[in-house]
């Protein structure tokens, strides 16, 4: 087969191009490959409608396929929907993987959450881990889910010598986020609270859980930057863990966000809320043995973010 580093691709799938990690990930693709760069939408083709991978693989017959479409939300929404996570991204993945083996694809790159790791996992999370115990309850439907990526990439790669790369980056942030209370990570959670309590006037921001929980953020551009990498020269189905690999708890995010939003009232704790896992924080261990990183700074990621959320709203171009 030939290497995508010496042979870059002359045709490029996206799926999930126009979601949260689409938008960072398509310019970053466009610029680094001389190649067409195809995006369809999910009225173009409903991944989850019988037939439709096959159909979208045949009418675009890529060399590479990077495959970003997903059910995804925070633990409010993954409690509140789990059939649907489970189901959801189950067929996606499925469907989308056999049909690009069908079509003769040579790559094909995927992404799946770090919580798809066990829940007592200990910290930082190893990749090798991943196998040792059951996730955390409230997003195990989507985190097995997205497990089975690591074994439909394995047992094509055994029988069929299909090339496919499973990557799991940390706690994603960024701009084009998606804002909407019901279904935000923490992050966008978070800065729509502080910017619509700075607005308000509000004395306090409520906040679920204790903040006792540490987590490894990693800003989207960190993630698409390293894509480009990996599609030229990592083939392998042995996962990699891309994130910072360092450790920041709820309450330190939360007052670093009321300081950078301009919010000076109080933030008021919900204990009755669940926490979900105290700490995960992921080994970049393997990362660094291939010479890369996600090397930008938290405060300057919340700040992007923070500023496109605002500009953003006021153009009626996030999701709320």
């Known amino acids: 087969m030939k290497r995508m580093a010496d042979h870059p691709p002359r045709r490029i799938l996206i799926t999930g191009a126009h979601g949260f990690l689409g938008h960072h990930i398509v310019p970053v693709i466009r610029r680094e490959f001389p190649s067409e760069v195809i995006c369809p939408t999910r009225q173009d083709y409903d991944l989850l409608a019988p037939g439709a991978a096959d159909r979208l693989l045949r009418d675009t017959q890529p060399d590479l396929v990077i495959h970003l479409a997903a059910k995804s ?185 009321a300081r950078l939003t301009g919010f000076t009232g109080r933030i008021r704790w919900d204990a009755s809320q669940p926490d979900g896992q105290l700490e995960k924080i992921f080994s970049t261990e393997r990362l660094k043995q291939l010479g890369l990183s996600c090397s930008t700074p938290l405060e300057e990621g919340l700040q992007r973010t923070i500023d496109w959320f605002r500009a953003a709203r006021r153009e009626g171009t996030v999701r709320l």
């Open 73 to 257: 939300g925070g633990i409010l929404d993954n409690r509140a929907r789990p059939a649907e996570y489970f189901y959801e991204n189950l067929m996606m993945n499925t469907a989308v993987f056999h049909a690009a083996w069908c079509a003769g694809v040579r790559k094909l790159v995927t992404l799946m959450g770090g919580c798809s790791y066990p829940a007592d996992a200990p910290s930082p999370i190893r990749e090798a881990t991943m196998w040792d115990g059951f996730p955390q309850p409230e997003s195990a439907p989507y985190a097995l889910a997205k497990r089975m990526l690591l074994v439909q990439s394995a047992a094509y790669r055994a029988q069929y010598g299909f090339s496919s790369v499973v990557l799991i980056p940390g706690n994603v942030y960024g701009e084009w986020d998606n804002f909407r209370l019901s279904q935000a990570h923490v992050i966008p959670a978070l800065i729509r609270r502080f910017v619509e309590a700075v607005e308000q006037g509000s004395p306090e921001v409520i906040v679920l859980g204790t903040g006792r929980p540490r987590r490894d953020f990693v800003y989207a551009g960190d993630v698409a930057a390293l894509l480009p990498w990996f599609i030229r020269h990592y083939d392998s189905s042995e996962p990699i863990n891309l994130s910072t690999g360092r450790a920041t708890s709820i309450r330190e995010l939360a007052e670093l966000l």
